[in-house]
């Protein structure tokens, strides 16, 4: 067993990890009622405060946008933005908040590439998710085009594609093109599926991780997300992948 397989057993516990390690949160759900994740205000404003406490600095929400399922659109992401932040002030939370969207590559994404004007965070970093059923039709190609168009692709979750667990090599391709692989950090403890969990550890094994995320919509993901600070592998994340979240405070 090599020198970080003793450090970082991955069936083992360790001492929380304090969040603040990673100090901004760049995928979550936390504008109240756009999408799947918080329903109300007072539902946001408890998220923020747990992340707050968690260690997190600042967040970076990121509501769905889907062609057919959760219409989001700048103006509904922004305003909503403005009354959250509005609440986090009179809560008077010390942290920063900001947004950006993820987005799905589904039937309708051509035509939202085309109009321009995406939502993106740090860099011109933008967030995409992918059916979890099925690879979209040329997607290298989407991807391409995107990073034509200026954006820094960062692909959501990737170890929750099955379509790719039996394909490692897929990963290793995805981040020579210069695609950022976000790992959900609930991930690591196996709460997705026992699948997930072997996937994210092969990512971080690999050193292909460059963000990572909460995901957080509802306290579940916050109960879950307080197991994972005590997983070795986010520790060797941490110390053996080249996090970029620190650089979006």
């Known amino acids: 067993m090599g020198f970080f397989g003793k450090i970082f057993g991955k069936d083992e516990r360790i001492d929380p990890i304090d969040l603040g390690e990673i100090l901004v949160d760049m995928h979550s759900h936390l504008i109240p009622g756009i999408d799947d994740g918080s329903k109300s205000m007072e539902e946001s404003i408890e998220l923020i405060k747990a992340l707050y406490n968690l260690g997190y600095k600042k967040l970076i929400t990121t509501p769905h946008i889907q062609t057919d399922r959760y219409k989001n659109n700048r103006d509904i ?7 959250l ?9 010390p942290i920063e908040l ?5 987005y799905l590559i589904d039937d309708g994404f051509t035509d939202k590439m085309s109009k321009g004007g995406l939502l993106t965070f740090g860099k011109n970093y933008l967030l995409v998710e992918l059916s979890y059923f ?43 093109r210069g695609i950022f692989l976000q790992l959900n950090i609930n991930s690591l403890t196996g709460w997705y599926s026992k699948e997930s969990k072997e996937i994210a550890e092969k990512l971080i094994d690999r050193k292909l991780i460059r963000f990572l995320g909460t995901d957080t919509h509802n306290q579940q993901y916050l109960q879950e997300l307080q197991k994972s600070t005590s997983m070795p592998t986010l520790l060797k994340a941490l110390k053996t992948n080249n996090i970029i979240n620190k650089k979006l405070l």
């Open 98 to 102: 900001d947004a950006a969207a993820e």
């Open 77 to 83: 992401i922004l305003s909503g933005l403005d009354s």
């Open 134 to 176: 099925s690879e979209p039709f040329n997607l290298k190609n989407t991807f391409f085009e995107l990073q034509t168009d200026g954006y820094n692709v960062v692909l959501a979750h990737p170890e929750r594609y099955t379509y790719w667990h039996n394909r490692i090599e897929i990963y290793e391709e995805l981040v020579t």
């Open 85 to 93: 932040r509005n609440e986090v002030e009179k809560e008077k939370i």
